[in-house]
């Protein structure tokens, strides 16, 4: 089964509105949390991360939560703005070297004006 | 400033014909090197990782192999392309292996008929 799920494939919200984009894993052993942010046709960069002994982390616009004995990881965008329209891939790394992130299959967030 | 560069950007290509996909990084020295696959409606997943020179290590077995000739060039290769090669190929970089934050270059999309 996969490992990590983005369980909403689409999301469309209002300008100014709040768009909560969410994330759960099965694995115990991931310690790194991530959302990456991926335009048509760009490749994904990394927006927001935090380690396993965070459980909220806030950056401008950003907030991320981390609810390990749920085992649910979550994006928080205030004020949304058009140009947040992307796809938003949540990504996991277990510890152990070789920097395998275990992708979501990612969330297409439109933010209509 | 570090960038990335893959080569090439599309390829269209025969079931049973070779492949070679390049990957150039510059500006850093010694990087971290991944190869990550996307199949069309698909998850991203790690296919090879190399730390140093002459050395890769594979993730996922898909009847692919990958060198790594020089310090800032990694190579994608198979000498027959199936049908499920196809996809979007993502190399990327990073700092060190456990930091959970790649950089990806613009990816190279494969179509094989």
């Known amino acids: 089964g996969q490992q990590v799920k983005q369980s909403s494939p689409s999301l469309t919200v209002q300008e100014g509105g709040i768009s909560i984009l969410n994330c759960d894993y099965e694995?115990?052993?991931?310690?790194?949390f991530a959302w990456y942010k991926k335009y048509p046709d760009n490749s994904p960069t990394l927006l927001i991360s935090?380690?396993?002994?965070?459980d909220k982390r806030e950056d401008g616009r950003l907030t991320v939560f981390l609810n390990k004995s749920g085992k649910h990881f979550s994006l928080h965008i205030t004020a949304s703005q058009p140009e947040d329209t992307a796809v938003y891939l949540c990504a996991l790394l277990a510890t152990g070297g070789n920097n395998k992130l275990t992708f979501g299959q990612g969330t297409v967030l439109s933010v209509i004006p | 400033a570090q960038t990335i560069h893959q080569w090439p950007v599309a390829e269209i290509k025969a079931v049973g014909s070779p492949l070679s996909l390049g990957c150039t990084i510059k500006g850093k020295s010694s990087p971290n090197l991944y190869w990550y696959w996307q199949a069309t409606g698909g998850t991203l997943q790690q296919l090879f990782y190399s730390i140093t020179v002459g050395q890769v290590e594979s993730v996922v077995q898909l009847n692919l192999s990958a060198s790594r000739p020089k310090d800032d060039q990694f190579i994608l290769s198979t000498e027959k392309l199936l049908l499920s090669h196809s996809g979007f190929y993502l190399c990327?970089?990073?700092?060190?292996?456990?930091?959970?934050?790649?950089?990806f270059g613009e990816g190279s999309k494969l179509t094989v008929l």
């Open positions: 990327a970089w990073s700092l060190g292996v456990n930091t959970g934050q790649l950089y």
């Open positions: 694995n115990d052993m991931f310690d790194y």
């Open positions: 935090v380690r396993s002994n965070v």
